[in-house]
């Protein structure tokens, strides 16, 4: 399968700071990569879709501009939590399409991110 | 839009044992069907999927079955050994095409433990 990486794995950060998190494709260019978020024991919540290019399109309720999201090449997208507030706190995922005709859809590692 | 619905949430079993995880889906029109494997604190690897042009798809122990007229498709897991044990996702999608028919839609997951 496809090879996502994330960064960081882990951060924790004070309330009110902004965090930003990478996502690489590392063997395909992907023109689209999806943002979800997941609480503990709970399902994937899609936060946003990321088009290389073009402006993101996010989930009813996903605030854009609290969540910043930058695809600005075919290999990375970013997602920066602005001001971010201990119920921010979640495990963030990353996912692209495998390209073409394809439906197949790998997730990166994830990261953990805990606002004090 | 589409509703996945995932039985059981928790799943305890022998080693050796089988393991079926069911899911039902309410949009007829879905075609494509993957099953991912959550290691905690990881993200979700894909395992097995299947398309709508098939009723069933085998990979080792692992297999897949699709009941399009009643709209629920099923993971089997043979065999089963300790290393198994991580909560598995099954969701839908529509297709390939552009715009909201590229969003997956989760179950909410079940928590599969084999006992050695």
């Known amino acids: 399968g496809a090879v996502v990486s994330q960064h960081p794995s882990r951060v924790i950060c004070k309330s009110g700071t902004s965090v930003k998190i990478e996502c690489r494709s590392l063997?395909?260019?992907?023109?689209?990569m999806f943002w979800y978020r997941q609480f503990p024991k709970q399902s994937l919540m899609l936060m946003a879709t990321?088009?290389?290019?073009?402006?993101?399109?996010?989930e009813q309720g996903v605030e854009k501009d609290k969540f910043l999201i930058n695809h600005a090449s075919l290999t990375l997208s970013t997602l920066t939590v602005t001001s971010a507030h201990p119920e921010d706190s979640s495990f963030y995922i990353c996912?692209?399409?495998?390209?073409?005709?394809?439906?197949?859809?790998?997730f990166g590692p994830g990261t953990r991110l805990t606002v004090l | 839009g589409e509703n996945v619905e995932q039985h059981p949430s928790t799943l305890s079993v022998q080693e050796g044992d089988s393991a079926v995880i069911k899911c039902t889906y309410s949009d007829s029109a879905s075609n494509y069907f993957p099953w991912y494997k959550q290691e905690l604190g990881k993200g979700p690897q894909l395992i097995i999927d299947?398309?709508?042009?098939?009723g069933e798809k085998k990979d080792q122990r692992i297999a897949v079955t699709l009941n399009k007229t009643a709209k629920h498709f099923s993971l089997h897991i043979t065999e089963t050994q300790p290393e198994d044990s991580a909560v598995y996702f099954c969701a839908a999608k529509k297709g390939n095409s552009g715009g909201s028919n590229y969003k997956l839609t989760f179950g909410k997951g079940t928590l599969l433990t084999v006992n050695p």
């Open positions: 996912s692209t399409m495998a390209g073409g005709l394809t439906d197949t859809q790998y």
């Open positions: 063997d395909f260019q992907a023109t689209t």
């Open positions: 990321s088009n290389e290019g073009s402006k993101a399109t996010y």
């Open positions: 299947i398309r709508s042009n098939v």
